[in-house]
C-alpha cells in the first residue's frame, strides 16, 4: 500500500504543483477571456477557436481542485471560465452553441448533445462555486426543461440537432451532470434524469452477457450498421462502470452488475499491459480497433478501479497509474502528452487543455481511495 500512496502524492504533487498553475498562468486568455484550447510544447497558447466543452472542462477541473485541497486560485480560475461561457455560448432557448471565435462570435450553434451535458455540468460547477442567488440553478433547469421538450427521443434518451447517429457517450456525461446535480440540488428532475439514462444504458448499450458497451446507434437504439454499431471504446467502459457506481449510491441501490462486466471486458480486450496502458477502441467482438492510446481512457481506468478493491490489492492500479504518469514526461512540466502510438512512441504535439478534466477526476477518485487506505491501517 506504501507504493500505491507514494504513487498518488507524486501524482497529486504534479498537478497541484506544475499542471494547475501552467494552465492558469499560460491557458486563461487574458484578453479575451475565458480558456485557449492547447498550449505547444514551450508553453506558449495557441489561439483556436473555443469549444463548450472545453471552457465547461475547465471550470469544473479548478472548483474540484479546490475541493481537493489546493491552495492555488480555483475559485478565481473557475469563475474565469464560466464568465466566458454565460457570456458566449448560452443561446436564446436556454441550449449551449458549440463553438465560437476567441472574441465570442459564434462559429456553430448546433444543439449538440454532448455540448449541452458539459453545459450542465458547468452550470453545478457555478452553483458550488458561488452558492444559492447565483442563478446556475436557473439556467440548468431550463436547459434541462429544453432537452425534455425538444430534444427528448420517443423511447428514451436525447437526440440532437448534429445529424449524426445517436450515442451512448452524451448520454454518460449528462447521467454525470445529473448526479453533480442531486448532489447540491433536491430538484427530482435531476434524480428522473439519471435514472432514465441509467435505464437506457442497462437496456439498450451494454451488452448482458459480456459487458461490451456500444458507442452508436439507429435511430430506434438500435445498433449501428457497419463498423460504427459494433465499436466499443475501453476508456467509456471505465467510466460507465464508475458513473453507475456512483448512481447506485446517490440513489440507495444496489450496484448494477453491469459495473464488474465492463470492467472486466475492458480488462480482458482493451489494456496492452507491455505498454501499461488502455487502448483507443475495440470491437464488439474484443478484436482491436484502434491500438493508440490516448491520455483520458488512463484516467477513466483510474477511476473505474478506484471503485474495485481487487484492482487495488492485485496491482492493476499500480499498472494503471504508471500508464497515466508515462504521459507527463514532457519538456516543460505540467503539459502532457496526448496519444502514444502502437509502437509506443508518445506523438508530439500542443497539448490540449480539455485532458485537465479526466486528470483532476483521477486524482479526486485517488484521494478517496487514499482515505480508505489510511482508515484500514
Same mark, same amino acid.
Given at each position: ?23 492558469? $498562468? ?19 497558447? +495557441? ?34 471560465? +464560466? ?29 449538440? +448533445? ?25 439556467? !440548468? ?25 445517436? $450515442? ?95 470492467? !472486466? ?52 492500479? $499500480? ?12 519538456? +516543460? ?45
Amino acid at each position: 500500500m506504501t507504493l500505491i500512496s507514494n504513487k498518488i502524492a507524486s501524482l497529486r504533487e504534479w498537478l497541484f504543483d506544475a499542471a494547475l498553475p501552467l494552465w492558469w $498562468q499560460r491557458g486563461a486568455d487574458r484578453i479575451n477571456g475565458g480558456f485557449y484550447e492547447k498550449i505547444d510544447a514551450d508553453g506558449t497558447p +495557441l489561439d483556436f477557436p473555443r469549444r463548450l466543452r472545453v471552457i465547461a472542462r475547465q471550470a469544473y477541473s479548478y472548483c474540484e481542485a479546490g475541493r481537493l485541497g489546493w491552495y492555488g486560485p480555483w475559485r478565481e480560475a473557475s469563475l474565469w471560465a +464560466l464568465e466566458y461561457l454565460g457570456g458566449h455560448f448560452v443561446a436564446h432557448d436556454g441550449t449551449v452553441v458549440s463553438l465560437v471565435a476567441p472574441d465570442g462570435t459564434v462559429l456553430d450553434s448546433r444543439m449538440d +448533445l454532448y455540448n449541452q451535458a458539459f453545459a450542465l455540468l458547468a452550470f453545478a460547477t457555478g452553483q458550488r462555486c458561488e452558492g444559492a442567488g447565483s442563478q446556475w440553478d436557473d439556467r !440548468a433547469k431550463r436547459l434541462r426543461n429544453r432537452l425534455n421538450e425538444a430534444y427528448a427521443h420517443p423511447y428514451a434518451g436525447y437526440r440532437d440537432d448534429t445529424g449524426s447517429s445517436l $450515442q451512448s457517450n452524451p448520454h454518460m456525461h449528462l447521467l454525470e451532470a445529473a448526479m453533480a446535480w442531486m448532489v447540491i440540488d433536491q430538484d427530482p428532475g435531476w434524480r428522473k434524469m439519471a435514472d432514465q439514462i441509467v435505464t437506457l444504458a442497462l437496456d439498450r448499450f451494454i451488452d448482458g452477457k459480456t459487458g461490451a458497451l456500444r458507442e452508436f446507434f439507429a435511430s430506434d437504439w438500435s445498433p449501428a450498421s457497419g463498423v460504427e454499431g459494433r465499436i466499443v471504446e475501453p476508456g467509456h467502459q471505465y467510466e460507465w462502470a464508475f458513473l453507475l457506481n456512483r448512481w447506485a449510491s446517490l440513489t440507495d441501490r444496489e450496484q448494477p452488475a453491469a459495473v464488474h462486466r465492463l470492467i !472486466a471486458f475492458a480488462d480482458a480486450h482493451g489494456v496492452d499491459h507491455q505498454r501499461k496502458v488502455a487502448i483507443n477502441s475495440l470491437l464488439i467482438d474484443g478484436s482491436v480497433n484502434d491500438a493508440k492510446a490516448r491520455l483520458w481512457p488512463q484516467t477513466e481506468r483510474i477511476r473505474a478501479y478506484a471503485i474495485d478493491d481487487t484492482a487495488i490489492a492485485g496491482g492493476r492500479m $499500480q499498472q494503471a497509474i504508471d500508464g497515466l504518469m508515462r504521459y507527463f514526461e514532457t519538456k +516543460l512540466r505540467g503539459l502532457w502528452f496526448d496519444q502514444l502510438t502502437s509502437s509506443d512512441k508518445m506523438i508530439i504535439e500542443p497539448s490540449p487543455a480539455s485532458s485537465l478534466y479526466h486528470i483532476v477526476g483521477a486524482v479526486a477518485e485517488l484521494s478517496e481511495v487514499e482515505l480508505r487506505m489510511t482508515r484500514t491501517v
